[in-house]
């Protein structure tokens, strides 16, 4: 095969943009065409460090190792079938660039990790963009390398297998400095799994149709943002995790959580939209974190807090018809809205002074609350002197109440004017 070398202009170009940056001779790097028929391993093997690998569209059945720094790019969407056995692509060295790939039918051994890109430890800054996984155990498998970047692929698992014989969509372990972003990922375990990762961004993902969108842990100083995660038995699962933010996030229609916050410290959860869920977030052991501007709306119930999770700023968050807002379990009361308050969509309090708070604190799961929930149609009446009577009695006989959320600043309209919305998201 010989390698079709680049236009003499365009090689001309490059040295005298180097020649006037003040650097020596350059290495451009041949370019190999790979035409139908012929084997995308054996232009690999031919070509050097720094080469691209164009490849034209058709079907190639090989097992790819890549042992040297170079560009794989397919030209209108080739397919590499794995043949059902191993890994379709295994990335040895590091500064690879995969692009523009559909990549198919890897093995289906857990153990053996098989994996449709399996990045292997020491390929730092792999890249691969644009590409398509179809019938992947794991859609790629990352281990101990630094600023992987992983942008734009479809990633769909082995739907005809049980959940939990699947692999993961992306699994990365080990890692400093990954940026996930843009990828589309369903039908597998978890769509995204991360352990032992840290100064990584998480940006754009959809995650749909799995176990977990996230399943996520030991990882710190992460950025999850913009992410939507809907359809899954869970949405973002962090735990055991400190120093992350968490912002702008979208989680719906999630079986069970759509964001979980468990062992975690320091970090920054605001601006996310939780719906839909049977319960929007699921907060356990979480210390010392901010939890502000959520919207918190037509969950089962909207926050599960338990498990000594206090000492958390909870402030400007929007609490809508959730059909318990805060289930709490603790020996005592927790404030929350110290400073500025939360919206709650069942606070039946008043604002006489028009400053936009209640005058009255607002307690999660108070005797009316319960009686509500247990009897519906007593909403119908929660404007009326009866109820607000029996919700004042209430506070002043300590044995008829539970230790409670406690916010004594309830905002009297919330900050999301979409919230309607976001009604309706249930899977179904």
């Not at 236009?7 to 940056?21: E, N, Q, T």
């Not at 056995?85 to 053996?112: H, M, Q």
Request: hydrophobic share 40%; net charge positive.
């Amino acid at each position: 095969m010989r390698p079709a070398l680049k236009p003499f202009c365009l090689v001309r170009s490059c040295i005298a943009a180097l020649l006037l940056a003040g650097l020596a001779w350059p290495a451009c790097g041949a370019e190999w065409l790979v035409q139908p028929g012929e084997s995308i391993q054996a232009a690999i093997v031919k070509a050097a460090a720094g080469d691209t690998v164009r490849v034209a569209r058709a079907r190639y059945t090989e097992n790819l190792r890549i042992e040297k720094p170079l560009k794989l790019i397919g030209m209108d969407r080739p397919t590499v079938s794995g043949g059902l056995k191993g890994d379709t692509i295994r990335v040895v060295a590091p500064d690879v660039s995969i692009e523009g790939f559909i990549i198919s039918d890897s093995g289906a051994s857990l153990g053996g990790q098989n994996a449709g890109i399996y990045i292997q430890p020491g390929a730092h800054r792999a890249r691969v963009a644009h590409c398509d996984f179809s019938y992947t155990l794991f859609g790629l498998w990352i281990e101990k390398v630094d600023d992987v970047r992983i942008e734009h692929n479809l990633i769909t698992g082995k739907r005809d297998l049980d959940s939990s014989q699947r692999g993961n969509g992306i699994q990365i372990y080990n890692t400093t400095g990954a940026q996930i972003i843009g990828n589309n990922i369903s039908f597998v375990r978890d769509a995204i799994y991360v352990d032992v990762s840290h100064h990584a961004v998480f940006r754009g993902n959809r995650m749909h149709h799995s176990r977990y969108g996230t399943h996520y842990m030991n990882s710190h100083y992460n950025l999850w943002e913009g992410n939507d995660s809907y359809f899954n038995r869970g949405g973002l699962a962090l735990m055991e995790v400190r120093n992350q933010v968490v912002r702008n996030n979208r989680a719906w229609g999630n079986t069970d959580h759509g964001i979980m916050l468990r062992t975690i410290q320091d970090s920054l959860v605001e601006n996310n939209v939780v719906a839909g869920n049977t319960r929007g977030f699921f907060i356990y052991d979480a210390e010392y974190n901010t939890l502000r501007g959520n919207l918190v709306v037509d969950n089962q119930v909207g926050m599960h807090v338990w498990a000594g999770s206090v000492r958390n700023a909870v402030e400007k968050n929007d609490f809508i018809s959730n059909r318990e807002q805060v289930k709490y379990v603790a020996a005592r009361d927790e404030p929350w809205g110290v400073k500025e308050g939360n919206h709650w969509s069942n606070y039946v309090g008043w604002d006489r002074n028009g400053d936009g708070h209640g005058d009255v604190p607002y307690e999660a799961n108070d005797m009316v609350d319960r009686l509500s929930w247990r009897h519906p149609m007593v909403k119908l009446l929660l404007a009326s002197p009866a109820i607000q009577t029996l919700r004042l009695i209430a506070q002043q006989f300590p044995l008829m109440r539970a230790p409670s959320i406690v916010d004594k600043n309830p905002r009297m309209r919330p900050e999301h004017s979409d919230w309607r919305n976001w009604l309706g998201k249930q899977y179904r």
